[in-house]
C-alpha cells in the first residue's frame, strides 16, 4: 500500500529531506514516481512553471525525441534487422558505417571501367539475394565520390544494382584502404605502369587489407552464390593441397590474414601470376598445418581455419571452365556447392552469357541472377529492333 510520506507538500519534504541527505534523495525520486504513476492532488501544491519555462522543456523533449529516432534510423539503415520497411539510403553511407558491421560481402573491380558486366551483375545480384540481412559492396576503382553518389547515370549496372536494399556500390581508394598495414609500404613504393600484373597485384592486396580490417567474405566478381557459407573462418580449395583466394571469410583482424599481408610484402614478385594471390594463401596455410588429400566432400580443418573441399565453389575445375557455356544434356545440380566460380581468366575468348541458348550459365543466370538476366534480354531485343536505316 503506497504510504502518503511520499507525496508529502513541498513543505513537510524540506524538513525531512534535512534529516538524511541520502535518505532525501531516495524518497524524492520515489515522490516524483508516484506522482507521476497515480497523478496525485498534491502536485497542485507545486509552484507552477513559467510559460517560459514549459515551452523550454517542450523544446527539450522534441531534440530528445529526434536524437533518439535518428540513432534508430541509421541502426535500421546499417543492420536491416530495426524497422525493416524503412528504404535503405545507400548514397548516404560510408564505406566505413557499412563495412564497420563486420559481416559484408566484398566484390572488388580493379579496373578503370565503370559499366560492370553482365558476370559482375550477377555475381552481386546472387549474393544480394542469397544474403539478403548482410551489405553486398562492389568497390570499383573507375569510381569517384561524385559518380558513387550520382545513380541515376547512363551506366546501367549502376540503376540496377543500386535498386537493392542492401548493395552498395562505393570508389576503391587504395592509399585509404592500406593504411595501417604492412600494405601501405609497398604500396607508396610500386609503380603501376611498371607492372605487369598490375589489376590482379593490386585486387590481391585490397582484398586482403579490407578482410583484415573490416571482416566478412570476399568473393571475386565471377562467382555465383547459391546459398550461404555457415563457417566464418574459411579458404576455399580449388584443388587438394591447393588454396584458392577467390573466396575467403575471417572475422576483423584475424592473425592469418595480418601474416599474409606481411609475407605479401616480403615475398613480392608481380611478374610471377598468383604469387600474391592463390600461391600466397596455399603456402601459408602450409605453415600452419600438413595439407591433405580431400576424401569424398569432406572440409578439412586447420588450427579453426575451415579449409572447404573443392566441391564447394569448383565442382567444375579450371581445365574444364568452358563447360559453364555448354548445353548439358542433364544440369548438375550442385547439391555441396555454397557458390560457383566461372572462371572469367579462362574465358580468353570472352564466351558470355546468351538468352536462349539453354547453357548451363543462362541456367543460372535464370535461378540466381533473374534481375540481371531479364535486363540481358532486354539488351538482346534491343540489339535485335531494326534501326532507321533498315
Known sequence: MLQTVWVSSPGSWASQESNSHHQGKKRCWRCRFVRTIIRHPCRRHAPKRSRKERMLRKIQICLCFCFVSGILYEISLLSSCVFSYLPMAQHYLTPEQVLSLGKS???????????????????????????????????????TNETALDMNTSYAAFSL????????????????????????????????EQEKNWVHVSSDASRLALIWKYGGIYMDTDVISIRPIPQQSFLAAQKSRFSSNGIFGFPARHKFIWDCMENFVLKYNGNIWGNQGPFLMTRMLKTLCNLTD?????????????????????????????????????????????????????????????????????????????????????????????????
Open 294 to 390: 580431400f576424401q569424398g566432400t569432406e572440409d578439412h580443418s586447420c588450427q579453426n581455419i575451415s579449409f572447404l573441399n573443392p566441391q564447394r565453389f569448383y565442382p567444375i575445375p579450371y581445365p574444364a571452365w568452358s563447360r559453364y557455356y555448354q548445353v548439358w544434356d542433364k544440369s548438375p545440380s550442385f547439391n555441396h556447392s555454397y557458390a560457383l566460380h566461372l572462371w572469367n581468366f579462362m574465358n580468353r575468348n570472352r564466351k558470355v552469357v546468351v538468352a536462349g541458348s539453354n547453357t548451363l550459365a543462362e541456367k543460372l543466370y535464370k535461378t540466381y541472377c533473374p534481375t540481371t538476366y531479364e535486363d540481358l534480354i532486354q539488351n538482346a531485343k534491343h540489339r535485335d529492333l531494326p534501326g532507321p536505316e533498315d
Open 105 to 143: 560481402i566484398i566484390f572488388l573491380e580493379t579496373t578503370e571501367r565503370l559499366e560492370p558486366p553482365p558476370l559482375v551483375s550477377c555475381s552481386v545480384e546472387s549474393a544480394a539475394r542469397i544474403y539478403q540481412d548482410r551489405p553486398i559492396i562492389l568497390f570499383m576503382r573507375g569510381l
Open 161 to 192: 544494382l543500386s535498386s537493392m536494399k542492401n548493395v552498395f556500390l562505393f570508389p576503391l581508394q587504395m592509399e585509404t584502404v592500406f593504411q595501417e598495414t604492412p600494405l601501405l609500404q609497398w604500396y607508396n613504393q610500386v609503380v603501376p
